[in-house]
């Protein structure tokens, strides 16, 4: 098997790997800040093969894969604006997810991600990148910061009957 990575759109017989990856990496940096109920209810709706589907099927999504080989290490998924921010700008997009496998943070890939994203919002004529993230979430907080990401809000986000005390960011492009 072929150490190269290959970054890619992800294709609908991506979907299982894909609703795998992202339940994995998701347990992995977050699954600790939930009761069972909460994490077994947010992962069956988030990361079905269902969803994940309609995820890469939607024309105004981006969903970008990475894989060594026949494993899938990493994903980035942007779109439409869907956070709660107050006076949006009307043609503002949002990264909605970066998730990378544990073995794949500090070696770069997260870098070669974001550039991605940016360029997608600027290929879009996009005015301003917004991005949710854990307030508690500082190893994110930093990365988004020195891309000149700013906090410009709060929300919660609901994972089960857990709310998540969590910033919105934006990045004017």
Known sequence: MSDALQIRLAVESDAPALAALGAKT???TFG??????????FIGARFSVERTLQDIQDPDRVVTVVCRGEDMVAFLDCGTLTLPVAAPEPDALELYRLYLDDDQKGTGLVHRLMEIALEWARSKSASALYLGVWSQ???AK??????SFEIVGAYHFKVGNTLDDERIMRLAL
């Open 137 to 139: 979430n500082e190893r």
């Open 32 to 41: 600790h800040l939930y009761p069972p109920e909460d994490k077994d209810y």
């Open 26 to 28: 998701f347990l992995a």
């Open 142 to 147: 930093r990365l988004y910061t020195k891309y």
